[in-house]
């Protein structure tokens, strides 16, 4: 059972960066559709960004052009760099497959103070 482990939550100002870390266990981990997702206080779960094996990324609309996802194949590791943040940010972030076919970690904090 592939558990994914986030890391480099923090509380940051608005305006600051985070670079999030995300750690597999995942055999040919390289052939996987990876997404970051994130659930703030009374809300969905939701989409933030996705890679796929080759490196082609996307990203939803409140992100676009401040965060940055990517992967290291040979570390199973998948990172979100995140730039400009703003309170809207704060939430609990995980990564998991982009299908989801994973169990879900405990994810990482993030919280941005005005």
């Known amino acids: 059972q592939v558990r994914p482990v986030e890391s480099g939550g923090d509380l940051v100002q608005a305006g600051g960066s985070l670079r999030l870390s995300c750690a597999t266990s995942?055999?040919?981990?390289?052939?996987?559709?990876m997404a970051w997702y994130r659930q703030a206080p009374g809300k969905q779960r939701e989409l933030v960004a996705s890679i796929i094996s080759g490196g082609s990324a996307g990203y939803a609309d409140s992100v676009k052009g401040r965060f940055t996802i990517s992967r290291d194949n040979a570390k199973n590791t998948v990172y979100l760099q995140m730039n400009s943040l703003k309170p809207e940010d704060t939430a609990v972030y995980y990564c998991?497959?982009?299908?989801?076919?994973?169990?879900w970690g405990q994810g990482t904090q993030v919280t941005v103070s005005s």
């Open positions: 998991n497959a982009l299908d989801q076919r994973f169990s």
């Open positions: 995942v055999v040919r981990f390289s052939i996987f559709a």
